[in-house]
């Protein structure tokens, strides 16, 4: 899986310049120009959205449906492309978030993290922004596995609380994965390095999880794996949240609490371990 393109640095660079007259206005302003950026990203490059939807149309369209035909999975009273869709959108936002930290990188040879270090804006809300500026590509994402199910023939939930609480999600899983690129960069602090341990992680998180398979069909030893896996609570708030019958080990309260317990675990652990972008 290759990074996205993107180029965060020349509207960082403008945010990082611009006089900030108090620590909230500050906060408010960075997160505001970030998540703008991106989603003037989104509207003008429309290919990288089109390249976006290949991943999932082969997940939804080839493995899930000969799954469907073979019945190799059991997944009780939904059809295996009704248990895949939320687990691919799971994937997607997983596999565009752990490459944000490159962003960071960019930032630092720059120069840029060294403006923002001594702005007033503190710095759990430069990384909790960056962390929901990373949420729009999450969101397209969304749209386009909502489209695709569709086609297919998936059942899905299209009332307004499910479709809220399906982006309310996304924006929480992206968050923590986005924050857990974040603090990949801040450790190792080059391109080389951080693509090579962002491609270690994406395959392991994903096929330890509940993505495409339950977890009582796992071995006991990759079931625990699963279960501390924060992905599997992402797949399962979307089960709930986009299939009529999509069921969840634990109430949804409990899925949102975990992903936004780590989330905001690890904003605030970078949020110490990013001034190290700056030696």
């Known amino acids: 899986m290759s990074p996205p393109a993107s180029s965060d640095a020349p509207v960082a660079a403008a945010v990082a310049a611009t006089p900030l007259p108090s620590e909230l206005s500050g906060g408010v302003g960075q997160t505001a120009a970030i998540v703008s950026h991106e989603l003037r990203k989104l509207a003008h ?13 082969l997940w939804l369209g080839v493995f899930g449906s000969v799954f ?26 997983l596999f565009i978030a752990i490459f944000y930290g ?75 994965f986005s924050t857990l690129s974040m603090i990949i ?35 006991p030893w990759l079931r625990t794996v699963a279960i501390a896996n924060p992905l599997t609570y992402l797949v399962n708030a979307l089960r709930i949240l986009m299939i009529p019958g999509g069921t969840s080990p634990q109430p949804l309260p409990v899925d949102f609490g975990v992903l936004g317990a780590v989330a905001l675990g690890l904003i605030l652990l970078e949020s110490r371990l990013y001034p190290r972008m700056a030696q």
């Open 45 to 57: 490059d429309p290919t990288e959205l089109l390249l976006r939807a290949v991943q999932p149309a």
């Open 102 to 176: 490159i962003a960071s990188i960019r930032e630092r040879e720059l120069g840029i993290v060294t403006k923002f270090l001594v702005s007033p804006t503190p710095r759990v809300v430069l990384v909790g922004g960056r962390a929901l500026a990373s949420s729009a590509r999450g969101l397209s994402q969304a749209v386009i596995v909502f489209v695709l199910a569709l086609a297919l023939g998936v059942s899905l939930r299209l009332d307004p609380v499910s479709i809220a609480g399906t982006f309310a999600a996304i924006v929480l899983g992206s968050a923590l």
């Open 185 to 219: 960069a801040s450790l190792v602090k080059t391109q080389e390095r951080f693509l090579g341990i962002g491609q270690l992680l994406t395959m392991p998180l994903f096929f330890a999880s509940n993505a495409i398979y339950p977890i009582s069909l796992m071995p």
């Open 68 to 93: 469907s035909v073979i019945h190799a999975i059991p997944t009780g009273s939904l059809t295996y492309l009704q248990f895949l869709t939320p687990g691919i959108l799971a994937q997607s936002v």
